[in-house]
């Protein structure tokens, strides 16, 4: 069972923090609830009213590859990515999905060719996103099969890599590292945005997946989409969603364009209208948030957190090293299970092995409620072996 903070009285307990020693803080998922202020004071502005006669239709638009795209959020999606330099959409089809994990399903659909002898390999270099090998194998399909840690595969078959740019859960900017020329490449770019990363040159891929989970912070609206070359992988794509779920909610995907329409909207009156762009807000936010925590970590021997060179990025023109979304966390000296340890200390995290990586491992969400995050770091360095 999942316990999650629960808002103790101080009156009801004895203790001189008032009970947060008690408090049980969750942060196994990656929830984004950390961008939750921002919209609350955004107000009227990200608000969408939707009447009973509107988006009864099954289509949106039948003339394209992914008839079950709202032009909306094409011209959204579109505008996001030219006023962030992150991406290439000259030239690329666009699929939506519910979330970019169902099209992470629908790319292994269609990029595992249905008559070959057996299922197609799937890699990611470890660490890798622990719902990969859970996504690749949990109907058993005879199209596809998780193969494990990239750095391993030696195969001479066919495969699919996964390549995570931030990488979940480390933070690293990667590349392709299987060496061989049967491979297709999947780039995940759910965290290539600017409060998480330096922005180097817009993605120039045949395939990669974005999300707003992470964008900025629409988890609950389930919206994802896929920037696709090939025009016959993106109509192979669509048919695994039209068969899946008959296409992807228009209410969400109306709100998600809003949402990134606002976005484009803070970046181009950033100075002007406005007084911090979206993208200045959650740098901001994430920069403090990782201060704090090598701050909190550096006052004990008993953790450690990866360091980042600094790049500088072409959008905001800062120059910084990567504030990711999760802090990968090692456990030094003797202790081997830092999940067991920090689940003692009521610190629920996700260790190293779901990642396919060590136990001395632990991933931490950076995307709590303040609430939760200001006793992980008034915790951490309370922490002592006994
Ligand atoms: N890819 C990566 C690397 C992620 O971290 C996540 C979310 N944790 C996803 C995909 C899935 O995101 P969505 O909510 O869009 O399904």
Redesign the pocket.
Known sequence: TIEVLKTTSSAATNDPDGGESNLVINLDH?DPTMYENYWKQKGEETTVVTSSWQHISYFSDVKNVCWFLEPGLVRAVTRLHKVVGNAVTEGRHIVVGT???QL?QAALYALSPPDSLGPMNVVSAAPF?SSYPLMTDYLKSGLHKWAGDAYEFNKNEPYIELV?SPN?PDGVTRQDVVKGNNGILVY?L?YYWPQYTPIILPADYDIMLF?V??STGH?GTRI?WALVKDREIAKKMTTFIEINTIGVSKDSQIRAAKILQTVSDSCENANQKEPESFFDYSYKFMDERWKKIREAVNKTELFSLPDFSHETCSFSGRTFGQLPAFAWLKCEGEVDDCESFLRRHKIYTRGGKHFGASKKYVRISMLSRDSEFEILIKRLPAIIIS
């Open positions: 990656g979330g970019s994990s992470y996103y995570t979940n995940d759910a999300t989970s992470k988890a994802g």
